[in-house]
């Protein structure tokens, strides 16, 4: 009777002991999908320069000027030439109609 009952408590400290284990060990864990991202804000402004730059390309009367545009954040710089200050005006009022434009730093310099 007493042999029974070592044995009985040896295989119960096993059992224990391999429930404990397979207890223990953490579950297989799958990677996490990579988390979705806003664009970097300097591909943003590159986006929003262009597409203030393909406004004026747009327009045949400021398209020969060859008028520079570079963006931070919602707001766009224009530089460069015209021939007169309408033309300058006209470039700034096209790039303030640009969804996204909230303020146009207009460095367009007319020769007349």
Same mark, same amino acid.
């Given at each position: 009777?007493?042999?029974?009952i070592?044995r009985?408590? +040896? ?5 224990g002991?391999l429930?404990?284990?397979?207890? $223990?060990?953490?579950?297989e864990?799958?990677?996490a999908?990579?988390?979705v991202t806003e664009?970097?804000?300097?591909l943003?402004?590159?986006a929003l #320069? $262009?597409a203030v730059q393909a $406004?004026l390309? #747009?327009?045949a009367?400021l398209?020969p000027? @060859? +008028?520079?545009v570079?963006?931070?954040? !919602?707001?766009?710089t224009?530089? @460069?030439?015209?021939?007169? @200050?309408?033309?300058m005006?006209k470039a700034? +009022?096209? $790039?303030?109609? &640009? !969804?996204? &434009?909230?303020? &146009?730093?207009?460095?367009i310099?007319? !020769?007349?």
């Amino acid at each position: 009777m007493t042999t029974t009952i070592s044995r009985l408590g +040896l295989i119960a400290a096993l059992v224990g002991s391999l429930l404990a284990i397979g207890c $223990a060990s953490a579950p297989e864990q799958k990677p996490a999908a990579p988390a979705v991202t806003e664009k970097p804000a300097e591909l943003k402004d590159e986006a929003l #320069a $262009a597409a203030v730059q393909a $406004a004026l390309n #747009a327009d045949a009367e400021l398209a020969p000027f @060859g +008028l520079k545009v570079s963006g931070k954040g !919602k707001d766009v710089t224009i530089e @460069g030439a015209t021939d007169t @200050g309408e033309q300058m005006a006209k470039a700034g +009022l096209i $790039a303030e109609k &640009v !969804k996204g &434009v909230q303020y &146009v730093f207009n460095n367009i310099m007319p !020769k007349n």
